[in-house]
């Protein structure tokens, strides 16, 4: 009964069990990490991607025995900081610790095991990452990652979903769980491919399909706490201060011309 209340309410389980308290925001992320298939998070720096991340992995390997999670990012080591985000974690939590059997940051195999039979794996975002099978696939700064390694190996590691053993069941076969997508970065040019998938993201969700995306600005950094004002004055007053770059890392708004303009960013771009 437990499990399935904190299934339903993850942000409560990160309270009652990590003892961590999660700023609402944070309650919200986590909250839609765990119920939609389908995720996108726009973010400005210093909301703590990569911390929300770690969170959800370990809520998620815990609540669901045998949960199999990859992570890859446009660089091997922004997946890797996601692991030792969870070491970190694993400090402060002793109840995270009792169920976690094997923690590795190195470079060779990167991931946690934990004691339930659920696993994390770091893998690069390469053609040599075609052999791994996973319930959910977690790509950190995805508009790094080649659109072709996104879709013809990334997403081919969700051949199957979870199987637990009730699924073998006649009156339980109808609860097979789909598997999930998770999209994480900071926001970055139109003319990149991933600014087409925010907007089927977008269209997906707004027809009301199992599918969550938002954009947070730096804003929300400040108000919660997590980004000092006189930095963000300071950054904001120097004399080589690139507005561009500014709104799409801090104001998590991707840059471009309209989609009805007559030459796009990326030609004048080219050009220039």
């Known amino acids: 009964?437990?499990?399935?209340?904190?299934?339903?309410?993850?942000?409560?389980?990160?309270?009652?069990?990590?003892?961590?308290?999660?700023?609402?925001?944070?309650?919200?992320?986590?909250?839609?990490?765990?119920?939609?298939?389908?995720?996108?998070?726009?973010?400005?720096?210093?909301?703590?991607?990569?911390?929300?991340?770690?969170?959800?992995?370990?809520?998620?390997?815990?609540?669901?025995?045998?949960?199999?999670?990859?992570?890859?990012?446009?660089?091997?080591s922004q997946g890797i900081n996601v692991i030792g985000k969870i070491k970190d974690l694993m400090n402060d939590s002793p109840n995270l610790t009792r169920e976690i059997t094997d923690l590795r940051t190195g470079t060779q195999s990167p991931g946690v095991d934990f004691l339930n039979g659920s696993w994390i794996k770091v893998v690069a975002s390469t053609n040599g990452a075609r052999s791994e099978r996973a319930n959910i696939i977690i790509v950190d700064e995805f508009v790094m990652v080649d659109k072709g390694i996104v879709d013809s190996v990334l997403k081919k590691f969700l051949t199957a979903p979870r199987n637990p053993e009730y699924l073998n069941k006649e009156e339980y076969k109808h609860l097979q769980e789909p598997n999930k997508e998770l999209y994480l970065s900071s926001a970055y040019f139109k003319s990149n491919w991933g600014w087409g998938k925010v907007k089927s993201f977008f269209n997906s969700m707004t027809d009301g399909k199992k599918y969550f995306l938002c954009s947070l600005p730096y804003q929300l950094a400040l108000k919660e706490g997590l980004l000092m004002r006189s930095q963000v004055e300071d950054e904001m007053s120097e004399s080589d201060f690139n507005e561009i770059l500014w709104s799409m890392e801090m104001g998590a708004l991707f840059y471009g011309s309209s989609d009805k303009a007559w030459f796009d960013f990326e030609e004048l771009n080219q050009n220039r």
Do not use: E
């Open 1 to 76: 009964i437990w499990c399935s209340f904190y299934r339903m309410f993850p942000h409560v389980f990160v309270k009652d069990y990590f003892g961590i308290t999660l700023k609402p925001f944070q309650k919200i992320l986590i909250y839609f990490m765990m119920t939609m298939n389908h995720y996108i998070y726009i973010a400005s720096r210093g909301q703590g991607k990569s911390w929300i991340t770690a969170v959800f992995c370990c809520v998620r390997c815990i609540l669901y025995p045998g949960t199999k999670i990859v992570i890859t990012a446009g660089q091997k």
